[in-house]
């Protein structure tokens, strides 16, 4: 199903599509590909994947990509950002599954009519979970490599909480999937980042809210299952780098740590958890790293870049003299 690129909320030369998926128990269903092509030397494709309370707005890491001579694409999951319809909960599925439709439409667009045959995977938080899984199960022959941003891999807290926790959430997310899951949200996060705050990134408070959105013991029990299903252990058979921040913190105040640490997820998880990814696992903390590693401050935004470019010549792309 070809549709006609529109001009995207980025502005020029950005272009979205919108792709209708099947209905759920909530109605119509669609996702959003929003893309941007390389000017010169084209070497393949980057398709990324958002996190939790998130959606693509991140033209920097794109244009590092496309200066390096990469199509980059961007998809927004059904009840994120450009996708979520007025009759939609946010953010939710109670299966991660339900996410392969889209990602087997995004991949087919990209490898199939625009003719990619080196395809980069990019996932941030839970994006970094979604992404592999379904790499996994798929293994699609363009998978070139895959970048991984701060992936949500275990579920944060002591292992007690976890262990006790865990079959308590399972229970709950299949009885009454839509009971709301109770949490403390400081907004220090999402305050951290935009501009109108103490950031310097400009996003849509209603796709990206400062105080996140409602969590759902369904989906809460998808993801757990994710997690379970990650940690048995992949087999994502390409080099995947996986970037962190070097610690993380639970402020209590607007202060230093949380811009200079991961305040969403426990990266001490992170660091066990990536190598069950796949047999070719690179992961580097970035010191002073916020949770979305690339929307850190200027330094460590600066080396969490450099270190990218190290790994992509490394084992993924040699320079080509095309793009000199």
Not at 272 to 282: E, K, L, N, P, Q
Request: proline residues 5%; contains cysteine; hydrophobic residues 40%.
């Amino acid at each position: 199903m070809a549709l006609e690129h529109i001009p995207d909320v980025l502005g020029d030369p950005w272009v979205s599509e919108t792709f209708t998926l099947s209905p759920d128990a909530e109605g119509e269903v669609v996702a959003t590909l929003v893309s941007r092509r390389a000017s010169v030397g084209n070497r393949g494709a980057v398709l990324h994947v958002h996190g939790f309370a998130d959606y693509f707005f991140h033209t920097e890491y794109a244009a590092w990509w496309i200066e390096r001579g990469y199509d980059f694409y961007a998809l927004d999951l059904r009840k994120y950002g450009r996708s979520i319809r007025p009759h939609q909960t946010a953010n939710y599925v109670s299966d991660l599954r339900e996410y392969d439709d889209e990602l087997a439409e995004a991949w087919r667009r990209i490898t199939e009519r625009d003719g990619h045959t080196r395809v980069i995977g990019s996932g941030h938080s839970t994006g970094g979970l979604i992404l592999p899984l379904w790499l996994n199960r798929e293994r699609p022959d363009e998978l070139a490599a895959l970048v991984l941003n701060s992936p949500w891999l275990d579920l944060q807290g002591s292992a007690v909480a976890r262990v006790v926790g865990t079959p308590i959430i399972k229970q709950v997310g299949a009885r009454q999937p839509m009971r709301e899951i109770k949490r403390t949200v400081t907004g220090f996060y999402a305050r951290s980042l935009h501009h109108q705050h103490e950031g310097e990134w400009e996003f849509d408070l209603q796709w990206k809210p400062i105080m996140s959105f409602s969590v759902y013991a369904g989906w809460l029990r998808a993801v757990r299952s994710g997690h379970a299903e990650l940690q048995r252990g992949l087999d994502v058979a390409c080099p995947v780098l996986v970037l962190s921040s070097d610690r993380s913190s639970q402020p209590t105040e607007m202060g230093d740590d949380v811009h200079t640490s991961d305040i969403v997820l426990d990266v001490e998880q992170i660091r066990r958890w990536a190598t069950s990814i796949g047999h070719h696992v690179t992961y580097i903390a970035v010191p002073g790293a916020r949770h979305d590693v690339i929307l850190s401050r200027p330094e460590p935004r600066a080396r969490a870049y450099d270190e990218l470019d190290r790994w992509l010549t490394t084992y993924v792309a040699p320079p080509s003299r095309s793009l000199i």
